[in-house]
């Protein structure tokens, strides 16, 4: 049976999206301390909307101020955050997209600087003063990084309480969709590695004991979710060190999260030891699609396929040959927002410019049947040849 294409609608619980295309979460960190967006933000997404992906999701929004991976990211740990982006969920529902949203805590990896600025540890006497991060255990993300604080039950009670909290502030936002950040290193992939968490009560030891806060949030941020809107989890799917959580854990942790409510499985990898956001990483396209392809087949999980995907038809083929139900852009709806736009074109999906704002497809439409017209008749030179 063939699987739907790219530019084919999706529904997800009580909502569809036009296409196969999400743009990822994208950290900008251009925010100001007080984690609200600014015009920037209003711009940057206003974009990435009339780019044409079917879903927009926004850069991970922190549910607390400790939560977040340096001083200028968004936020939603505030109702003042709530109001500020819910101008910005309008713009993206009213380019078409579905509006989505990213929770984090950023656990050990966060009080860091911007990536530009060497996204290092903040250190006393800096102009960003560091703050005190969070761990299942007192292990640094690094040699030389800072040693977070170990969680203990009141700092995990708070937390389910923060994640719940945010989840019903997106909600009343307006966004559509809401993803939690359980990948890359951060505060909830840390306490699944083996590597990053030590502990020996019943939040570590074996899978299941690692595993259970990622569910406790699932399980809190769902019933804080409406009922009929879809909830997806990012997942590094394999650790980038020996020894570490594996593909067969992913696989088993997504069937609990399916059982918990969750709809999507966002199938990332790594991140849990050295940032490789500032080094240059030699990686096929499309190199971690066959985590998304695993989880499907083995959970029946809908699952976002991540990860240097930057050409139309191999887009089109990881949906078409059912390897994921989705596929998140990132870097590439940087380079280029309007990339689902110009895949449509390329796919033969919207050949007269329907899917692009009227004012813009209008004259493009024209100007290419007029293309198509001049090529079609004798060049102009042997006209004038011939008079």
Partial sequence: MTEPGLFTPITLRGITAANRIMTSPMQQYMAGD???PTSFHTQHYRRQAIGGAGIVMTEALAITPAGRVTRHDLGLWSDAQMAALAPIVADIAAAGAVPAAQLIHAGRKGSVSRPWEG??????????????????????ANPGWHTPAAMDAAAIAAL??????????????GFRLLEVHAAHGYLLHSFLSPLSNHRDDRWGGDRAGRSRLVLAVAEAVRAAWPADLPLSFRLSCVDDQPDGWTLDDSVVLARALLAAGVDLIDCSSGGLGERTTTRMVRRPEGYQVPYAERIRAETGARTIAVGLLTTPAFADAVVREGRADLVAIGREALFNPHWPLHAAQALGADPQFANWPPSWGWWLDKRARAARVESAAPHHSAIIRDA
């Fill in 34 to 36: 007080d984690g609200l």
């Fill in 119 to 140: 996204y290092a540890p903040l250190r006393p006497g800096d102009a960003d003063p560091p703050w005190t991060t969070l761990a299942p255990s007192a292990i640094p």
């Fill in 160 to 173: 389910l309480e923060d994640y719940r909290a945010a989840a019903h502030r997106a909600a009343r936002a």
